[in-house]
T-cell receptor, first 113, second 108 residues
Framework: EADIYQTPRYLVIGTGKKITLECSQTMGHDKMYWYQQDPGMELHLIHYSYGVNSTEKGDLSSESTVSRIRTEHFPLTLESARPSHTSQYLC????????????FGPGTRLTVL | TQLLEQSPQFLSIQEGENLTVYCNSSSVFSSLQWYRQEPGEGPVLLVTVVTGGEVKKLKRLTFQFGDARKDSSLHITAAQTGDTGLYLCAGGIAKFYFGSGTKLNVKP
């Protein structure tokens, strides 16, 4: 079982605020991902990284940005939160080689008022 | 259009019943994964299947990978209320894809 952590677990903020969602993993995985998911719905990939200093946008257009300065850390930032950003944000990581398996963190439930 | 189609979309059964959920694609995958997700939590990996025709068992759960590696099934024997959740299949072809999931509700 991979160790992957997300903080905060829950966040309620006002419109216009800047926020950073933290994601860290201790497995030394090269690949990391951010997904957005509404309750009980499918996952949408918003960002991914295959290594340090490598970041790409996913399938779902997002106003968020990410950085990958260290292997274990993959934070996601929203410069100006809006109610449309209200959702569950899930971070995942996986090894570079072998079966394309992802291990998920517990998620951050974001509510923008 | 989803690359991975899951069926049924919803399933509500009584405790003790058996069930099968399906994950289908027109594309060939090198591997497929199954996850279970509970409300408010991240998906938890159940199994990875790699070889066409492979069958893997995890207690009361049986996973099968199709011979052509385009589909997979998950069979649960004697379902329990703790099996309730969203079951997702996923696989990679150049990039990673998730199915839309099967929402399973097991009633006591």
């Amino acid at each position: 079982e991979a160790d992957i952590y997300q903080t905060p677990r829950y966040l309620v903020i006002g419109t216009g605020k800047k926020i950073t969602l933290e994601c860290s993993q201790t497995m030394g995985h090269d690949k990391m991902y951010w997904y957005q998911q509404d309750p009980g719905m499918e996952l949408h990939l918003i960002h991914y990284s295959y290594g340090v200093n490598s970041t790409e946008k996913g399938d779902l257009s997002s106003e968020s940005t990410v950085s990958r300065i260290r292997t274990e850390h993959f934070p996601l930032t929203l410069e100006s939160a809006r109610p449309s950003h209200t959702s569950q944000y899930l971070c995942a990581s996986g090894p570079r080689t072998g079966a394309d398996t992802q291990y998920f963190g517990p998620g951050t439930r974001l509510t923008v008022l | 259009t989803q690359l991975l189609e899951q069926s049924p979309q919803f399933l509500s059964i009584q405790e003790g019943e058996n069930l099968t959920v399906y994950c289908n694609s027109s594309s060939v995958f090198s591997s497929l994964q199954w996850y279970r997700q509970e409300p408010g939590e991240g998906p938890v990996l159940l199994v990875t299947v790699v070889t066409g025709g492979e069958v893997k068992k995890l207690k009361r759960l049986t996973f099968q990978f199709g011979d052509a590696r385009k589909d997979s099934s998950l069979h649960i024997t004697a379902a329990q209320t703790g099996d309730t959740g969203l079951y997702l299949c996923a696989g990679g072809i150049a990039k990673f894809y998730f199915g839309s999931g099967t929402k399973l509700n097991v009633k006591p």
